[in-house]
């Protein structure tokens, strides 16, 4: 059966990259058989340097593949495959919700990858590549994470009212209404709508139902990569459940529609033996 990584670490990030970024991994893939990792869209963005045999990001529903390389994209809105075939490994730095809008004058877009040079420049990018190959993870790590921390960032009042709306959203697992959060940081649906849009990229709506689909799938896998397998038997077991369709979407971000095809193309494009054949 495909597994999501031979090997995963988790690195704190320091203090300096509040509002930035949440911590930073490290994952290596063996050569000799496939792995396949469930990308949650958790409503975070991704910067991942990758050195080696990279493999591809993989739409479950459509099987359309993209190669898995070097950027830094927005937030994820649906969930997506990581397939590797190594060996590779891959360094990536979580991003706070709004960690591109305090990087970046252009407004973010979800889902879009660019290069890592929105970021970081070309010669850190070139050091930390060079470490992550040589298996000098740490140094990779303090690499990007340093580079970052001395970037110059954007600040704003509404970098600021957007904070609490997020946090807000994290503290209640995403089960909450657009209403709830504009009430609770003293806005209107207008304002919040404009917050999210330019800052996230996302709509509030895209937004809760990504933090959502990602706790509910965390609450039943743990912290981690996510194994294909592991998501379906989540998803599954949920659905056979028999809860009220709204109840479904109200906890899980999708329709039980939409949750049993996820289910249904996951199992069948990386269930056991799928990435074998």
Do not use: K, N
Request: aromatic letters at 6%.
């Amino acid at each position: 059966m495909p597994v999501a990584v031979d090997s995963y670490r988790r690195f704190a990030v320091p203090s300096a990259l509040a509002g930035v970024a949440e911590h930073a991994w490290v994952a290596r893939h063996a050569a000799g058989r496939a792995h396949a990792e469930v990308l949650l869209p958790d409503g975070r963005g991704l910067l991942q340097i990758v050195r080696g045999t990279g493999g591809a990001v993989v739409e479950p529903l459509t099987g359309q593949r993209t190669p898995d390389r070097d950027g830094v994209r927005g937030a994820w809105t649906h969930a997506v495959v990581g397939e590797q075939t190594g060996p590779v490994a891959r360094l990536g730095v979580q991003l706070h919700p709004a960690g591109l809008a305090r990087l970046r004058d252009e407004r973010p877009t979800a889902d879009t990858w660019l290069p890592p040079t929105a970021v970081l420049d070309e010669a850190t990018v070139a050091a930390a590549g060079e470490q992550l190959a040589a298996g000098e993870d740490d140094a990779a790590v303090t690499t990007v994470l340093g580079a970052l921390a001395a970037r110059p960032r954007r600040s704003s009042a509404d970098l600021d009212h957007l904070d609490d709306a997020l946090a807000f959203v994290d503290e209640r697992r995403g089960l909450v209404r657009a209403t709830d959060v504009a009430r609770e940081v003293g806005t209107s649906l207008g304002e919040l709508h404009r917050w999210c849009t330019h800052l996230l990229g996302t709509s509030p709506a895209q937004y809760l139902s990504a933090v959502r689909f990602s706790t509910f799938v965390r609450e039943a896998v743990g912290a981690g990569p996510v194994d294909a397998a592991a998501t379906v038997a989540a998803i599954e077991w949920y659905v056979a459940a028999g809860y009220q369709p709204r109840e479904v979407e109200r906890f899980t971000g999708l329709p039980p529609v939409e949750l049993r095809r996820l289910a249904e193309h996951l199992a069948q494009r990386f269930g056991p033996g799928a990435l074998a054949r």
